[in-house]
């Protein structure tokens, strides 16, 4: 003969704690959805233009500069083509373009910050990663100014009809830490909707989809009515437990 074991405050205890983490872990996915909701619209209505606009700027110098290298090669060797001058002068007014930018980019999310409904609060650093500071520092403050000086004279040179000597051309045939910085200021740029919301996003979604259902199982606690007369060791020690 089998009977249900009287220990049954055990299993209601197992149930009630279940179900109250299960509570407790869909309260605060809800909550970091509200979140989420909060971040997602403070970066929509007043960082994602800033932040795309510089980070595409980027790239366009970074491509151009790809183009700009090969042109500076070509030019030690021949004149340059009216295609080649105006490939070279657009990644010059690019990056005048991108300097002003630059230098522009703090004060404009300053000014979103004052705009938004939330103040301050909910804002990103997209700066915030790795050494992205430094690179923006480096780039705003130094390497753009430099390429453009360069260009002026490159193309001063390359539109008077002159071929390069290979110091001339120096500048734009080793650019591959200026392209690296651009690249990785760009993915800066990025990284917070990339790496941040959108990782947050997925957490969220996982968490949700795993969530344990109250409807979890587990065996009622039985015993043969024999062990139960000849053993009160065991039943003391099941009960313990």
Same mark, same amino acid.
């Given at each position: 003969?089998?009977?249900?074991?009287?220990? $049954?405050?055990?299993?209601?205890?197992?149930?009630?704690?279940?179900? &109250?983490?299960?509570? @407790?872990?869909?309260?605060?996915?809800?909550?970091?959805?509200?979140?989420?909701?909060?971040?997602?619209?403070?970066?929509?209505?007043?960082?994602?233009?800033?932040?795309?606009?510089?980070? $595409?700027?980027?790239? #366009?110098?970074?491509?151009?500069?790809?183009?700009?290298?090969?042109?500076?090669?070509?030019?030690?060797?021949?004149?340059?083509?009216? #295609?080649?001058?105006?490939?070279?002068?657009?990644?010059?007014?690019?990056?005048?373009?991108?300097?002003? *930018? *630059?230098?522009?980019?703090?004060?404009?999310?300053?000014? #979103?910050?004052?705009?938004?409904?939330?103040?301050?609060?909910?804002?990103?650093?997209?700066? &915030?990663?790795?050494?992205?500071?430094?690179?923006?520092?480096?780039?705003?403050?130094?390497?753009?100014?430099?390429?453009?000086?360069?260009? =002026? $004279?490159?193309?001063?040179?390359?539109?008077?009809?002159?071929?390069?000597?290979?110091? =001339?051309?120096?500048?734009?045939?080793?650019?591959?830490?200026?392209?690296?910085?651009?690249?990785? @200021?760009?993915?800066? *740029?990025?990284?917070?909707? =990339?790496?941040? @919301?959108?990782?947050?996003?997925?957490?969220?979604?996982?968490?949700?989809?795993?969530?344990?259902?109250?409807?979890?199982?587990?065996?009622?606690?039985?015993?043969?009515?024999? &062990?139960? &007369?000849?053993?009160?060791?065991?039943?003391? +020690?099941?009960? +313990?437990?």
């Amino acid at each position: 003969m089998d009977f249900v074991d009287a220990g $049954t405050s055990w299993t209601k205890a197992v149930s009630k704690l279940f179900t &109250n983490l299960h509570e @407790l872990m869909h309260g605060h996915i809800d909550d970091s959805f509200a979140l989420l909701d909060i971040l997602d619209d403070v970066y929509r209505h007043h960082v994602d233009y800033l932040a795309l606009a510089l980070s $595409t700027l980027l790239q #366009e110098c970074d491509s151009l500069t790809a183009e700009v290298h090969i042109i500076a090669i070509n030019a030690q060797t021949r004149q340059t083509t009216t #295609e080649e001058d105006d490939r070279t002068e657009l990644l010059r007014d690019k990056l005048s373009y991108l300097d002003r *930018m *630059m230098d522009d980019f703090d004060r404009l999310l300053e000014g #979103e910050a004052g705009k938004s409904s939330r103040g301050r609060h909910y804002f990103p650093n997209p700066l &915030n990663a790795e050494y992205c500071k430094l690179v923006f520092r480096d780039l705003a403050q130094r390497e753009v100014r430099e390429k453009v000086q360069a260009l =002026d $004279t490159f193309i001063y040179y390359i539109k008077n009809g002159q071929i390069l000597t290979s110091e =001339d051309a120096a500048d734009f045939t080793d650019v591959t830490e200026f392209r690296y910085d651009l690249a990785y @200021l760009s993915w800066c *740029m990025q990284s917070y909707e =990339d790496d941040a @919301l959108d990782v947050f996003r997925s957490g969220l979604i996982d968490s949700e989809s795993s969530t344990p259902s109250t409807d979890f199982d587990y065996e009622i606690p039985s015993s043969s009515l024999l &062990n139960f &007369n000849r053993d009160d060791d065991l039943l003391a +020690s099941t009960s +313990s437990r």
